[in-house]
């Protein structure tokens, strides 16, 4: 593998990866994403003109052969440790934006609270 994230892409990763997990990106997390990135203290000295293209590489991502295991080992080998329960708290917000939880999630949250445990 040899695509690096800064910790500010990992939270973005994960935060896109959450709302593609049932397949679709509504319009309400889609939102809750970048009120996120707005106002979140970890995203302060990050610019938000990049979210688009973070988003978009994490979505190429996603669609390739292999790309839920790509991106999900992009997360884990780039989010720092003291970051892995933010991941996890900003994943429960996306998942929680168009109050319409899908099966599929909860999925992606055990991951997320596992991952924020484990060392990389």
């Excluded at 990135?37 to 000295?45: E, G, K």
Aim: net charge negative; hydrophobic share 40%; charged share 25%.
């Amino acid at each position: 593998m040899t695509k690096s994230l800064d910790h500010h892409e990992a939270l973005i990763y994960t935060m896109v990866t959450t709302s593609a997990v049932d397949r679709t990106m509504s319009g309400a997390e889609l939102a809750r994403i970048g009120e996120i990135v707005s106002y979140l203290p970890i995203f302060a000295d990050y610019d938000a003109d990049g979210l688009v293209d973070a988003s978009q590489a994490c979505g190429e991502l996603l669609g390739s052969e292999s790309g839920l295991d790509l991106v999900l080992e992009l997360i884990r080998s780039n989010l720092p440790m003291r970051l892995r329960e933010t991941a996890y708290a900003i994943a429960l917000e996306v998942a929680a934006a168009d109050l319409d939880v899908r099966p599929e999630e909860p999925g992606s949250w055990s991951f997320w609270r596992t991952r924020s445990r484990s060392t990389c």
